[in-house]
């Protein structure tokens, strides 16, 4: 029972990191159409802010707010510069549907690579904001420590912040329209392509939250976000690719079963694992658990 | 000032042009009917004249400014608000949330709250659907929507895409008694586009009979309607 307990609380820590990567990944793609290969790349450079204003404050949550703005920059500017650019010249067709993908892959490769360069391939640590030993109760010490709380109590804020603006605002409304028809979004004044640039610039700064967060408890390299963005990406797959809450949901989903693959079967089997589910969310339900038009709604 | 002059304004899809050399001009209140049938050219016409679809050629100007290139989302601004082919509302958006699009731009919290309330009173069912998502909305009371979205912006020249589309004929009656008295009201310029003439060309100031591309017809509405020859080959009856 409590080996059930332990499983569960350590797999939603781990699907709230998911869910912010998920997250990040389906703002881009309901506004732009794009699966964001590049996201890793943003949040790994956006994380290696952190750690330089982290190895100079020593501060946590001041280096994560410095990554969340270096994220939502980097985010902006991946729009601007590129998408932009790549859809002023790529209007239909194969290249419409083929090349901003593959921009994003080179551009994860290009980014990695200049974070190699600057930093160096050397395992990089930031203070954690809180204790990596679990909680005790009496004689029993549980895996889920303070810094687990504290990921899914930011996880959480985060989320409820973004539901709010998406929800509450105007800004919000404006970025649901432009994702939704942007057509209509335009004829009724609302500037869509300065729309979406903030969207990614949401995705990034989210996406920056992520790297820090799991950066917290693990090391930091050129590619140590490489398996957040696999699962991220699974996760957003498994809530339908189009639909917040279903970006959360599934990183749930495949956070805690993934965990308890880890914890009660085989170690080895965590990364197979989440491709099954890939593979049989595809094949089954190709819209993915929560991809139904009202899921999009939200 | 004057309204709506369009001058020579040619526009294709890719090597098929779609219009060829229109020109007409209304003037300030006046409600032009643009009349043809399938493929003539009309749903091109008012995307030309919302920024949505560029030009080969032609000049088209509002209110003595020449509007060429200029984005539709800078178009509202100027006053000219499109409701474009098929009830163009977000159907993942609430009834609401489609109203307020259409006052985000002017942020103005409060104005955009009197025009809800204005256009909720003109279509009372809109009110009682507020929460609703607009895709739980009929045919009619998608395009109130649509139409009140546009009314929302508070526009001088409304552009509308066949209001009267899919619609049952007592429906379309509505619509278009609505479309007449709220220009009155309101002191509109509108341009109409149709497949529905005679409707259209009742409530009309000017008619503008559109034939693959070219205007082969246009003057007082009434005249046209009355003009036998047109009657017979455009108007269908």
């Known amino acids: ?298 | 000032m004057s309204g709506l002059v369009v001058n020579r304004l040619s526009v294709s899809h890719g090597a098929i042009t779609a219009l060829r050399g229109v020109s007409f001009s209304v003037e300030p209140g006046q409600l032009a009917a643009v009349i043809g049938s399938n493929g003539a050219g009309k749903t091109t016409l008012l995307r030309a004249l919302s920024g949505l679809k560029e030009f080969d050629s032609g000049t088209v100007s509002w209110q003595g400014r020449e509007i060429n290139g200029i984005k539709s989302e800078d178009l509202v601004r100027m006053g000219i608000s499109h409701v474009s082919e098929g009830k163009s509302v977000i159907a993942e958006l609430t009834v609401r949330e489609n109203l307020v699009l259409g006052g985000i731009w002017r942020r103005d919290k409060a104005d955009t709250e009197a025009a809800i309330r204005e256009v909720v009173e003109l279509f009372p069912r809109l009110g009682e659907r507020m929460k609703q998502s607009a895709d739980t909305l009929s045919g009619g009371e998608r395009q109130m929507l649509a139409i009140g979205r546009a009314l929302v912006s508070r526009p001088k020249l409304l552009l509308l895409d066949e209001p009267s589309l899919g619609l049952a004929p007592l429906v379309i009656e509505q619509i278009f008694a609505t479309i007449d008295s709220l220009r009155h009201k309101l002191g509109l310029t509108v341009v109409l586009v149709e497949q529905n003439a005679m409707s259209a060309l009742e409530i009309a100031d000017i008619g503008i009979i559109i034939n693959l591309g070219e205007v082969v017809a246009s003057g007082n509405a009434k005249d046209l309607i009355n003009d036998p020859a047109l009657r017979a080959a455009y108007l269908g009856y």
């Open chain 1, 1 to 298: 029972m409590q080996k059930i307990l332990d499983t569960l609380l350590i797999g939603i820590s781990q699907g709230s990191i998911y869910a912010l990567m998920s997250l990040a990944l389906v703002l881009v793609w309901r506004s732009t159409r794009v699966v964001n290969f590049a996201q890793a790349g943003q949040a790994v450079l956006s994380t290696y802010v952190g750690f330089e204003i982290a190895s100079r404050t020593g501060n946590f949550w001041i280096s994560l707010i410095f990554a969340v703005i270096a994220g939502a920059l980097i985010g902006a500017a991946v729009d601007v510069l590129l998408m932009r650019v790549l859809f002023k010249h790529a209007t239909s067709g194969p290249a419409l549907v083929v090349a901003p993908v593959i921009a994003t892959l080179g551009l994860l490769g290009l980014i990695r690579s200049i974070v190699g360069l600057v930093w160096g391939g050397e395992y990089r640590s930031i203070p954690a904001p809180a204790s990596k030993d679990g909680f005790t109760f009496g004689t029993t010490t549980i895996p889920f420590s303070p810094l687990n709380s504290v990921i899914v109590a930011a996880v959480a804020l985060v989320l409820i912040a973004i539901s709010i603006l998406f929800t509450r605002t105007n800004l919000g409304l404006a970025l649901r329209a432009s994702a939704y028809a942007p057509e209509i979004a335009r004829l009724a004044g609302v500037r869509t392509s300065q729309t979406r640039t903030i969207g990614w610039a949401i995705a990034g700064g989210v996406g920056g939250v992520a790297g820090m967060l799991i950066t917290s408890y693990n090391f930091l390299s050129p590619y140590s976000l490489d398996l957040l963005l696999v699962f991220g990406f699974i996760a957003a797959v498994v809530g339908g690719l189009e639909s917040m809450v279903g970006a959360v949901v599934g990183a749930m989903i495949l956070g805690i079963g993934l965990t308890f693959i880890l914890n009660y079967v085989n170690t080895s089997l965590t990364f197979v694992s989440g491709f099954v589910v890939l593979i049989i969310v595809l094949l089954v339900k190709p819209d993915g658990l929560i991809g139904s038009r009202k899921g999009r709604r939200a």
